[in-house]
């Protein structure tokens, strides 16, 4: 395959059909936003521009994934209009079956197509049975393409090491917008070395992360893995804010009123207090490294704060991803590296508020180029198919994922994330996720799909059957807490469980698919 040609012709013709203004999950339209144009280096509107360092090979595989797995969202509210349209026809469940088969790829329902000529046909749990359908097929696809990249995987892996990394931790806002964090802005595919935990407004739970850095340090005492106790390497927290550059008081993180000022502080102050709390209890915080990152969720572009010789952060001390493809985009290869690498050290000689102490050290300049470099791809990926602005700049998930989540779905505004254990804890998370479906979904008269999930250690005896009731507790707290979209059909839950290991198969509950 030339998936240069391929990438191209893709990108041409994503130009003409991607994401249409209108309702059902495709956020706020860019059209209804005063013109706002992106800054492009000279000569990148010229046939066969491209920057030194982007993986064009990647982004085609990327895309593809995208129009794959959102396509099948895309396709639900089309087939079921055609649906509703034929529901009064004598041979309705027939034609039903085999419309859904061809538009949909899959089957409905039975019952609901044959009782149809009765009270009507049950569109909402036709909505959410294809939805729950469509993040199977996404779950499925997802997890053949890690086994199809495990040579990459190592080579991350061994990427973090080298670069004095045991362990890296990462929470970033639970906003939908920021789903394809790892896959598609950093480009870091799901590692052994790697845990994704996301949090509304990235406010993670400080002693819940306290609590997994132990079990790694403990590992690494008694097993030596993934390095020895003594080896040096470091524990890594990263939280990741995020912003609208198109509409920053409207369109940027939602737990913090779209403040970004108040999203970096907040995010600032629980790294500290991550680290501290490691220094308090066992007195060994110079094994922690703590950064910070901020997304340009129109665009994909990334800030990373540099940390200085101490590890210590500033909300002013950073490097503009976006400003720095621009400046590099002419440049060769190697002289776009370098520049990189230099940007880096420049934002450390940082003064005014910004002063820090020194440079970080040299594992973390490496990780940070890396990240920037890899960041690079992505802008172009946006440039290409978006003109380099997403349409759907608002909200725009498909599904609210609670639980412990599909770690192997990892794409833009498919699913707002709420990590909980119980509704109790994560009350807020949950209200910001039924609000934001208000709005996506509920407002059309159309369910908000819930995919309560969890993960289970098979070696551990039980654990499958606990995580089973857990989500069957958790469907219960939910339904209790939001009564009137209960009652009114408007809410609709589906269980699943699977084995910890990256890539199990997903394990539906019986009985629970609703």
């Given at each position: 395959?030339?998936t240069?040609?391929?990438?191209?012709?893709?990108?041409?013709a994503q130009?003409?059909?991607?994401?249409?203004p209108?309702p059902?999950g495709?956020?706020t339209?860019?059209?209804?936003l005063?013109?706002?144009?992106?800054?492009?280096?000279?000569g990148?509107?010229?046939?066969?521009?491209?920057?030194?360092?982007?993986?064009?090979?990647?982004n085609?595989r990327?895309?593809h994934?995208?129009d794959?797995v959102?396509?099948?969202?895309?396709?639900?509210?089309?087939a079921l209009k055609?649906?509703s349209?034929?529901?009064?026809?004598?041979d309705f469940?027939?034609?039903a079956?085999?419309?859904?088969?061809e538009?949909l790829?899959?089957e409905?329902?039975?019952?609901i197509?044959d009782d149809?000529?009765?009270?009507?046909l049950?569109?909402?749990?036709?909505?959410?049975?294809?939805?729950?359908?469509?993040?199977?097929?996404a779950v499925?696809q997802?997890?053949?393409d890690?086994?199809?990249?495990?040579?990459?995987?190592?080579?991350?892996?061994?990427?973090?090491?080298d670069?004095?990394?045991?362990?890296?931790?990462?929470?970033?806002?639970?906003d939908?917008?920021l789903?394809?964090?790892?896959?598609?802005?950093?480009?870091?595919?799901?590692?052994?070395?790697?845990?994704r935990?996301?949090?509304?407004?990235?406010?993670f739970?400080?002693?819940?992360?306290?609590?997994?850095?132990s079990?790694?340090?403990?590992?690494?005492?008694?097993?030596?893995?993934p390095t020895?106790?003594?080896?040096?390497?470091?524990?890594?927290?990263?939280?990741?804010?995020?912003?609208?550059?198109?509409?920053?008081?409207?369109?940027?993180?939602?737990?913090?009123g779209?403040?970004e000022?108040?999203?970096?502080?907040?995010?600032?102050e629980?790294?500290?207090q991550?680290?501290?709390?490691?220094?308090?209890?066992?007195?060994?915080?110079?094994?922690?490294?703590?950064?910070?990152?901020?997304v340009?969720?129109d665009?994909?572009?990334i800030?990373?704060?540099i940390?200085?010789?101490?590890?210590?952060?500033?909300?002013?001390?950073?490097?503009?991803n976006?400003a720095?493809?621009?400046?590099?985009?002419?440049?060769?290869a190697?002289?776009a590296r370098?520049?990189?690498?230099?940007?880096?050290?420049?934002a450390?000689?940082?003064?005014?508020?910004?002063?820090?102490?020194?440079?970080?050290?040299?594992g973390?300049?490496?990780?940070?180029?890396?990240?920037?470099v890899n960041?690079f791809?992505?802008?172009?990926y946006?440039?290409d198919?978006?003109?380099g602005?997403?349409?759907?700049?608002?909200?725009?998930?498909?599904?609210?994922s609670?639980?412990?989540?599909?770690?192997?779905v990892q794409?833009?505004?498919?699913?707002?994330?709420?990590?909980?254990?119980?509704?109790e804890?994560?009350?807020?998370?949950?209200?910001?996720?039924?609000?934001?479906?208000k709005?996506?979904?509920?407002?059309?008269?159309?369910?908000?799909?819930?995919?309560i999930?969890?993960?289970?250690?098979?070696?551990?005896p039980?654990?499958?059957e606990?995580?089973?009731?857990?989500?069957?507790?958790v469907?219960e707290?939910i339904?209790?807490?939001?009564?009137?979209?209960?009652?009114?059909g408007l809410?609709?839950c589906?269980?699943?469980?699977?084995?910890l290991p990256?890539?199990?198969p997903?394990?539906?509950?019986a009985g629970?698919g609703k």
């Amino acid at each position: 395959m030339n998936t240069r040609n391929a990438y191209a012709l893709r990108a041409q013709a994503q130009r003409g059909h991607r994401h249409a203004p209108g309702p059902y999950g495709l956020g706020t339209p860019a059209a209804t936003l005063p013109a706002r144009p992106v800054e492009q280096p000279a000569g990148a509107d010229q046939p066969g521009w491209r920057h030194p360092l982007a993986n064009r090979a990647m982004n085609a595989r990327l895309a593809h994934c995208e129009d794959s797995v959102k396509g099948r969202f895309d396709a639900i509210v089309p087939a079921l209009k055609a649906l509703s349209a034929q529901q009064h026809l004598a041979d309705f469940p027939e034609r039903a079956r085999r419309m859904a088969r061809e538009q949909l790829g899959y089957e409905l329902p039975q019952g609901i197509l044959d009782d149809a000529w009765v009270a009507g046909l049950d569109l909402k749990a036709l909505y959410a049975h294809c939805a729950f359908q469509s993040l199977k097929a996404a779950v499925d696809q997802f997890a053949r393409d890690i086994k199809a990249q495990l040579e990459v995987v190592q080579d991350t892996r061994n990427f973090f090491l080298d670069c004095g990394f045991h362990a890296v931790d990462i929470s970033p806002c639970a906003d939908g917008r920021l789903k394809g964090l790892s896959r598609y802005i950093l480009r870091l595919p799901l590692t052994s070395l790697a845990r994704r935990k996301a949090y509304a407004g990235a406010l993670f739970d400080v002693e819940t992360d306290v609590r997994h850095w132990s079990a790694i340090e403990l590992r690494r005492y008694r097993e030596g893995v993934p390095t020895t106790a003594d080896a040096g390497t470091r524990y890594l927290k990263i939280a990741v804010y995020h912003t609208s550059s198109s509409d920053p008081c409207h369109e940027g993180c939602a737990a913090h009123g779209s403040n970004e000022t108040k999203a970096i502080e907040a995010a600032l102050e629980r790294l500290n207090q991550f680290r501290q709390a490691i220094q308090n209890t066992f007195c060994c915080g110079a094994s922690t490294d703590i950064l910070l990152i901020g997304v340009d969720t129109d665009t994909d572009a990334i800030k990373v704060h540099i940390p200085d010789g101490k590890g210590e952060l500033s909300a002013y001390r950073y490097v503009d991803n976006a400003a720095l493809y621009r400046d590099t985009a002419h440049l060769s290869a190697d002289a776009a590296r370098a520049a990189v690498y230099e940007a880096v050290r420049t934002a450390s000689r940082k003064d005014g508020w910004g002063a820090g102490q020194g440079e970080p050290h040299d594992g973390m300049r490496r990780l940070i180029g890396n990240l920037l470099v890899n960041n690079f791809s992505q802008i172009e990926y946006v440039n290409d198919l978006y003109d380099g602005r997403y349409p759907d700049i608002g909200h725009a998930e498909r599904y609210i994922s609670v639980g412990d989540g599909f770690e192997e779905v990892q794409m833009r505004n498919v699913a707002y994330y709420a990590h909980l254990h119980t509704v109790e804890e994560g009350a807020g998370d949950m209200d910001v996720g039924i609000r934001i479906f208000k709005g996506l979904n509920v407002k059309h008269g159309l369910p908000i799909p819930i995919a309560i999930h969890y993960r289970y250690d098979a070696k551990v005896p039980g654990a499958r059957e606990r995580s089973a009731a857990k989500a069957r507790r958790v469907r219960e707290a939910i339904e209790a807490r939001y009564p009137d979209l209960t009652a009114q059909g408007l809410l609709a839950c589906w269980l699943s469980v699977q084995d910890l290991p990256t890539g199990s198969p997903i394990e539906e509950l019986a009985g629970d698919g609703k």
